[in-house]
C-alpha cells in the first residue's frame, strides 16, 4: 500500500493541476480519490469495496464535526454585513481630516482605514475594492504616484487576514489542531507592527521624495465647522472644552442663538460627553488594563490558593485566564511522530511553550499564570499614566473649533466600529467566550451598526448572506479535500519520505525555521493562502517537534509570510482586485510596481519576529501562561 514516490508524484501534480485553473477543493478530492483507490486496491475484492469510499466519508464527517469551523460562517457574515452595509465613507473622511496635516496624509488615512475595516471584516477582496472605490481617485488627483496609491491600498487591505479577528488563522488552527484563542494572541502584536512598518514606509518614502505624495492644496485643509460651533467659539470661549462646559452651565445664549446656530440643552450635553471623549476612553483603557493585572489576577491567586493543590489543575481549566474555546481536532491524517532530539543550548528559537502537541493546562503552566504581575509594573504602569496625562493636557491646550469637530466624525464613525471590534476581541482573548459565541456578538453587531447608520436594506442583507454562505461553502469543500488529501499522502508515505529527507540535512532550529518560510514564500507567488495551508503546512507541522519549536511562533510566522500571497504576481489577488475598480489609466503592471516594496517590508517584520521571538509570544503567555 505504501509507494512514497507514488505520493511525491500526487503532491507535485496537485499544484500543476492548481495553476492550470482547476478548482482547489475538488482537485484535491479527485487526487485524493484517485491516488487512494490505488492504494487501497485489493484485485481479490469487488472495486466498490475499496476502502478509500470509507476513508472518505470518515475524513468529510471528522472535518465537518470540528466545532470551530462554526466561527468561520459568522465572522464572514460580521465582515459581508459591514462591507453591504456601506460604513466605511464617512471613517475614511475622518481620518483624512485628523492626518490632513502629515506627509501623504490622503495615503496614512487609507492605511488606517485599510487596517482598522480589515480587522473589522476579515475581508482582503471587499476592503481592497472598498478602498479602491473611496480612495484610488482622490489620491490620483491630488497627484499621487500611483505605485503609492496602488501599494498602499493592496498592502493594507491585506492586514485584515492577519490581525484578528482572521479567518484565515482560524483554518489554520482547524487543520493543525492549535488554540484559535492563542493564535490570536500571538497574532496580534505582530500584525499591528507590520501596519506599523508599512506606516514609515509610506512617511518615509514622502519625505525623501515629496513628488510622490504632493502636499493637499490649503481649501483642502480646511475642516468645515457648523454654525454652531462658530457660535460656541465667539461667545464663550476659543477653547473648545471651556466652551461646551460654560454652554452647559450657561445655555440661554446657545438656546436663543439664531435659528442656524441654536442647540437644544439635550444636543450642549452630547457636546460635553464628545469633548471629553478622549479623556474617558484614557481612563478606562488604563483602568482596564489595572484591573486585569492586578486586581483580576490577585482575585485568581487567592481563588487558588483557597483550594487543596491536588485540584488546582483542575481548577485551572475553567479559570477566565485560560482560552474557551471548542475541543480542536487536526483534520489532517499525519500521524507519525517524530522522537525529539536533544537541541544544543544555545540554539535559537526553541520553543518557549510546552512542547508541540503537549497541553498547555497542567501545574506548572497554573503556577506562571498566577505569580502576579510583570516586574516594575506599577512604575511602568505610573509612567505610561503621566504621559498619557500630559499628551491629554497638550490635546485640550489646543482644541478648538476644528479639532472638536474632527473629534464629533471620528465619534460618529470610528467608535461604534472600534467598539464593537475590541468588545468581539476582549470576550475571545480574555476567556469569556468560545471564538464562534464572540463570531456571533460580532455578527450580530454588525447588523446593529448597519441598521443604526440605515444603509442596510433587504437587498443587501440577502447579498450578504448569499455571500457568506457561497464562501462558507468554498472554505468547507477546501476541508473535505484537504483531509481526503492529507489521509492518501500520509497513507503513500510521502509525509514520511519528505520527514527522512528534512532529517537527514541535520538542520538547526533556526535553519529549519528558515528553509520552512522560504518554501511557504516561494509557494505564496503561485498558489493562494487557502492552498498553502490545507495542502503545505500539514506537511511541516509534523517535523516541528523534532527542532522542539513552537507552534504559536511557527504558525504566526506562517500568518505574516503569507501576506506575501497577495501581494505577489502573478497570482497577486489584491492587484486583480484593484484593478477592477481603478481609473481607466492604472495599469496592472503599476500596481504590480507599488506592490513589491511590501514584500520587503513583510520580510522584514518576519525578521523581526526571527530575532524577538517574544513580540509573537508574549500576549499568549502572559495571558494564559506556559
Known amino acids: 500500500m505504501s509507494d512514497p514516490i507514488l505520493g511525491l508524484v500526487m503532491l507535485g501534480l496537485i499544484i500543476v493541476v492548481i495553476m492550470l485553473g482547476f478548482p482547489t477543493a475538488f482537485t484535491l478530492m479527485g487526487l485524493g480519490m484517485m491516488f487512494g483507490f490505488a492504494a487501497f486496491y485489493d484485485p ?23 466545532d470551530v469551523l462554526l466561527s468561520i460562517p459568522l465572522f464572514v457574515l460580521m465582515g459581508y454585513v459591514m462591507e453591504r452595509g456601506a460604513l466605511v465613507d464617512k471613517m475614511f473622511y475622518s481620518i483624512q481630516l485628523a492626518f490632513r496635516r502629515l506627509p501623504a496624509s490622503l495615503a496614512v488615512a487609507t492605511l488606517i482605514v485599510c487596517t482598522f475595516w480589515g480587522i473589522a471584516s476579515g475581508l482582503v477582496g471587499a476592503v481592497v475594492v472598498l478602498m479602491g472605490v473611496i480612495a484610488m481617485k482622490p489620491m490620483l ?39 484559535v484563542v ?30 510622490v505624495a504632493p502636499k493637499l492644496p490649503p481649501e483642502q485643509l480646511i475642516v468645515p465647522v457648523p454654525a454652531p460651533i462658530h457660535f460656541m467659539r465667539e461667545n464663550y ?3 473648545m472644552l ?19 446656530a441654536r442647540l437644544s440643552f439635550g444636543k450642549i450635553f452630547k457636546n460635553v460627553l464628545a469633548a471629553l471623549t478622549p479623556l474617558f476612553l484614557i481612563a478606562l483603557t488604563m483602568w482596564g488594563v489595572w484591573w486585569y493585572v492586578i486586581i483580576h489576577q490577585q482575585n485568581e491567586r487567592d481563588a487558588m ?38 537541541v544544543e543550548e544555545d540554539a535559537p528559537l526553541v520553543a518557549l511553550d510546552a512542547a508541540a502537541g503537549d497541553d498547555p493546562i497542567d501545574a506548572g503552566a497554573v503556577a506562571e499564570a498566577n505569580t502576579g504581575p510583570p516586574e516594575n509594573f506599577e512604575l511602568y504602569f505610573g509612567l ?30 470610528v467608535m461604534p466600529l472600534g467598539v464593537l471590534t475590541i468588545l468581539v476581541l476582549a470576550v475571545i482573548l480574555l476567556g469569556i467566550t468560545t471564538a464562534t459565541e464572540s463570531a456571533a456578538v460580532g455578527a450580530l453587531g454588525a447588523f446593529i451598526l448597519a441598521l443604526q447608520a440605515g444603509t442596510l436594506d433587504f437587498e443587501r442583507t440577502k447579498q450578504a448572506v448569499f455571500l457568506t454562505a457561497k464562501t462558507t461553502s468554498m472554505v468547507c469543500w477546501l476541508f473535505v479535500g484537504s483531509a481526503l488529501f492529507s489521509a492518501v499522502f500520509t497513507i503513500l508515505g510521502g509525509q514520511s519520505i519528505i520527514e527522512k529527507w528534512v532529517l537527514m540535512l541535520d538542520l538547526t532550529p533556526i535553519q529549519f525555521m528558515l528553509l520552512s518560510q522560504a518554501i511557504i514564500f516561494f509557494l505564496g507567488w503561485p498558489l493562494e493562502w487557502t492552498e498553502i495551508i490545507v495542502i503545505f503546512v500539514p506537511i511541516f507541522l509534523p517535523i516541528l517537534a523534532h527542532f522542539n519549536i513552537d507552534p504559536l511562533l511557527w504558525g504566526t510566522l506562517v500568518f505574516v509570510n503569507l501576506q506575501a500571497a497577495f501581494l505577489s504576481p502573478p497570482v497577486a489577488m489584491s492587484a486583480f482586485y484593484l484593478k477592477g475598480v481603478s481609473p481607466p489609466g492604472v495599469t496592472l503592471n503599476q500596481i504590480f510596481a507599488g506592490m513589491m516594496p ?21 500576549l499568549p503567555k502572559f495571558l494564559y501562561g506556559g
Open 384 to 413: 505610561t499614566c503621566v504621559l498619557f496625562g500630559l499628551l491629554l493636557i497638550y490635546y485640550y491646550l489646543k482644541f478648538d473649533e476644528e479639532q472638536f469637530e474632527i473629534l464629533k466624525l471620528l465619534i460618529e464613525s
Open 305 to 342: 490558593n483557597s483550594v487543596p493543590v491536588a485540584t488546582q489543575v483542575a481548577k485551572a481549566s475553567t479559570s477566565a485566564a485560560e482560552p474557551v474555546e471548542e475541543e480542536l481536532v487536526s483534520i489532517d491524517a499525519t500521524s507519525s511522530k517524530i522522537k525529539s532530539k536533544v
Open 182 to 211: 492563542k493564535l490570536y494572541a500571538a497574532a496580534m502584536v505582530p500584525g499591528f507592527f507590520l501596519a506599523f512598518l508599512y506606516l514609515v514606509y509610506i512617511i518615509g518614502w514622502a519625505l525623501i521624495n515629496p513628488k
Open 44 to 66: 481479490s475484492q469487488s472495486w466498490t469495496a475499496n476502502k478509500v469510499f470509507t476513508l472518505m466519508v470518515q475524513r468529510t464527517f471528522g472535518g465537518m464535526t470540528n
Open 237 to 239: 470661549s476659543q477653547n
Open 598 to 618: 511590501y514584500m520587503f517590508i513583510v520580510i522584514a517584520c518576519m525578521a523581526f519576529m526571527y530575532v524577538w521571538p517574544g513580540m509573537t509570544l508574549w
Open 242 to 260: 471651556l466652551a461646551t462646559f460654560k454652554a452647559l452651565f450657561s445655555p440661554a445664549k446657545l438656546m436663543n442663538a439664531p435659528a442656524d
Open 141 to 179: 488627483n491630488a497627484g499621487y504616484d500611483t505605485r503609492l496609491a496602488a501599494g498602499v491600498i493592496t498592502a493594507g487591505g491585506t492586514l485584515g487576514i492577519l490581525i484578528p479577528p482572521s479567518v484565515m488563522i482560524i483554518v489554520y488552527a482547524a487543520v493543525a489542531g492549535q488554540s
